[in-house]
């Protein structure tokens, strides 16, 4: 028998996993998501959630708290007489009293291989720290953050050039695929959860915008791995002097090179130069150990482009700089 479900969530994440839940047939009650926020290039329209806009398309009521711990919102969630909620993304801690309305509780969608990567940005720490595998996990909610029992998982290769936004996509659909199959083992009763083991906690912080400038000196790995897990938001950055002018340059896609690659005069004892040099016609920038390849970036106010696109309107020479 389909289940009634209250879902929750909130980003383009959160969007396939609705679709999903509502595709197979299960009685969505309500969904909760995020209030609009200020949006447009002057802050001043008011801009629903992803989750919201496919919601109202799908005809579901949306609810749009600010907050769930008062007695009003937790009683008109509890009058839903839900079987169980979905929560992917939301953006807010459940109080106990929301995690016991519903008949069956709480499930969520979390975006990594727990107890690795806990909290608000999984999938850009993963690639940050330089995984090479993480994964989606349905698990149940408690109070701790993302402490609850696990039930599913699928795992998934990092590649050692994707981005936080290629993890992101293909993460989404695991995850839609996943919590259709945990739904449809609660109603055999055959969904089981296992303790997260007690070794290997990591937590994924918000990313902080004093984060996104690129440290130079940093070994070429390490900077790869930081422009990636922040693309394409949002955005490492740098600077450099295109023109006269200096401008901040959004570096959205990278990739390793070894000495052998980077010009054809180039020997095994030469030195790389100082951090943040270019040393080549091809974007290819000296980090403290090794270099790196800039393959797409985005100049304030433009879109992104292909390095060899930039190249061809930003006349950047071997010898100039970022900073």
């Known amino acids: 028998m389909p289940l009634r479900v209250i879902f929750m969530g909130t980003p383009e994440f959160s969007v396939p996993v609705l679709r999903a839940i509502a595709e197979a047939g299960h009685e969505i009650a ?6 609009p926020r200020a949006a447009g290039r002057r802050g001043l ?16 009521d949306v609810r749009t708290p600010i907050s769930l711990k008062g007695e009003t919102e937790q009683a008109a969630f509890r009058a839903l007489q839900a079987d169980v909620a979905v929560a992917v993304a939301y953006g807010l801690l459940l109080p106990k009293a ?10 969520n969608g979390h975006a990594s291989l727990l107890p690795r990567w806990r909290g608000a940005a999984p999938i850009q720490r993963a690639i940050m720290a330089g995984d090479t595998e993480t994964g989606m996990m349905v698990m149940h909610m408690e109070e701790g953050l993302d402490t609850g029992p696990v039930a599913l998982v699928e795992k998934c290769a990092i590649g050692p050039d994707m981005t936080a936004g290629d993890l992101h996509d ?16 609660i109603e055999t009763e055959t969904l089981a959860f296992t ?8 937590y994924a912080r918000k990313i902080d915008k004093s984060e996104t400038r690129v440290d130079w000196t940093r070994p070429a790995v390490e900077v790869h791995n930081h422009l990636r897990g922040l693309s394409p938001f949002p955005g490492a950055w740098s600077e450099i002097e295109i023109g006269g002018r200096t401008e901040r340059l959004k570096l959205l896609r990278s990739t390793l090179v070894d000495g052998q690659s980077l010009t054809e005069d180039w020997s095994p ?12 016609d091809r ?12 393959v797409e970036v985005q100049r304030a106010g433009g879109r992104p482009a292909a390095a060899q696109e930039f190249l061809r309107g930003a006349k950047i020479e071997k010898g100039m700089k970022f900073s």
């Open 98 to 107: 929301i995690l016991e309305a519903p008949r069956l509780g709480c499930i």
């Open 283 to 294: 974007l290819t920038v000296a980090c403290g150990t090794g270099a790196i390849r800039l």
């Open 30 to 35: 309500a969904v909760y998501t995020q209030p």
């Open 170 to 185: 293909r993460l989404m659909h695991i995850a839609a695929t996943l919590m259709v199959e945990a739904l449809s083992r």
């Open 45 to 60: 329209e008011l801009t629903p959630s992803p989750v919201q806009r496919e919601a109202e398309r799908l005809g579901i």
């Open 269 to 280: 004892s030469e030195d790389l130069g100082e951090s943040g040099g270019i040393l080549d």
């Open 195 to 202: 303790l997260q083991a007690v070794d290997g906690v990591t």
